[in-house]
């Protein structure tokens, strides 16, 4: 009987101690870490998953984190890291579908920007969705912005004067759409719109804001459904238009990511040979075209998703199937390597190494793991590598 006891006592405790060694990594949402650990032949720092259905973008934090915006179960969804990808919160804003840009504010809190479209209405379409919270996560606002057709935003930037912009889709009727700037005061008050095309169908896609308080983004103008042309337009600081491009490319072409050079111009990446093919674009100044290259190989790339300039000069991209690649100024290929679970954001840090995140399809509604890791380029042996 003692024996039995004891027997019963002993698997009690087991199952006890199971359970309780099992609520922290529900509580951690699944994170994994694996320092010095090799992903595809390449050596990583570490890589977090978190819960979530998909992921559109992630940004540095002021306090060394991240954060990263995305949807689960159709609402948009904030997740907080620290330096180590750890999480520290995350949060569902059930008012809105999915949250494609989001940017730390001057006040330590977010901006984050996206679409909502109800699904219990006959003829409900998205609308622009645009939500500022506190450093927790938390909703100081939210509004909803639209027409009575198509309408949602892809980026967010706050401008030099506290005021909030976004570029994106306005009013599209699924053959007709503009692309569209859009200002909101600190409060989430309307305060300007300005709409851009140059032929029937027009999106933005990337905002920046200049230094010297000019905007900049990229996206596309062609037909709804095909011919498309990369598109950059630059606007002052009222979204009055000061000069807009569009340049075809091997056949169609689209632009996702863009950032400043050196010189004062701008690189934008996209898409070319009609989904098939990764693209850069250099602009200068005045948005003369310095040089477009369409990297056509045997593979399928359909485009890079994002780009940041590399502190030893030239670019890091990733595309839409986790290739990070590094090019020098002028667009020439120094490495191509493929990694898996990330490819939507590229972030370069103070030490040189970088933090790869993201996960999705940029043109439908198909995202997967939400995933963020860190690597060491020069940890990358690319004697063995060729340029993609």
């Known amino acids: 009987m003692i024996k039995q006891l004891l027997f019963l006592l002993i698997i009690s405790l087991f199952f006890w101690t199971c359970a309780e060694d099992e609520e922290p990594l529900a509580e951690d949402c699944a994170g994994v870490t694996d320092v010095d650990a090799v992903l595809n032949g390449i050596p990583i720092k570490w890589i977090r998953t978190y819960v979530g259905d998909e992921s559109w973008c992630v940004q540095k934090t002021s306090d ?4 990263i915006s995305g949807a689960s179960n159709y609402s948009g969804l904030l997740i907080k890291t620290d330096c180590d990808g750890e999480k520290e919160w995350h949060q569902i804003y059930e008012n809105s579908t999915s949250l494609y840009g989001v940017r730390q504010t001057a006040d330590g809190g977010f901006i984050a920007t996206g679409y909502y479209e109800c699904d ?21 606002w939210e509004i909803s912005d639209g027409t009575s057709n198509n309408d949602w935003a892809r980026d967010v930037v706050q401008t030099q004067d506290g005021n909030f912009v976004i570029t994106g889709t306005w009013n599209d009727d699924g053959w007709n759409s503009k692309a569209m700037l859009r200002k909101y005061n600190s409060s989430g008050d309307f305060m300007w719109g300005q709409l851009y095309s140059s ?17 900049v983004f990229v996206g596309y103008s062609g037909e709804q459904h095909g011919a498309y042309k990369h598109f950059m337009v630059k606007a002052d600081s009222d979204g009055e238009q000061i000069w807009k491009k569009k ?10 990511a863009v950032c400043e050079t050196p010189s004062a111009g701008f690189v934008s990446a996209g898409f070319c ?13 005045s948005g003369s075209l310095a040089w477009q290259d369409c990297f056509i190989d045997e593979s399928s790339h359909y485009g890079y998703y994002d780009m940041t300039p590399s502190s030893d000069g030239g670019y890091y991209l990733i595309d839409d199937i986790c290739y990070l690649t590094k090019t020098d100024e002028s667009g020439n290929i120094s490495f191509s390597v ?13 030490d040189g190494d970088l933090v790869i995140g993201g996960f999705g399809f940029r043109e439908g509604n198909s995202g997967g793991p939400i995933s963020l890791l860190r690597l060491d380029p020069s940890n990358i042996n690319t004697s063995n590598l060729t340029a993609e």
């Open 199 to 215: 032929s029937t169908a027009n999106e933005g896609n990337s905002l920046i804001e200049t230094s010297d308080g000019s905007l």
């Open 64 to 67: 060394d984190g991240f954060i």
């Open 338 to 350: 493929q990694l898996a679970h990330v490819n939507q954001s590229v972030i370069e840090l103070d």
């Open 273 to 285: 040979n009609s989904w098939r093919s990764n693209l850069l674009v250099e602009r200068n100044g």
């Open 120 to 140: 219990t209405l006959p003829g409900c379409y998205p609308d622009i969705y645009l939500l500022k919270t506190n450093s927790s996560g938390t909703i100081e």
């Open 247 to 256: 340049t075809a490319s091997v056949g169609d072409a689209l632009l996702y």
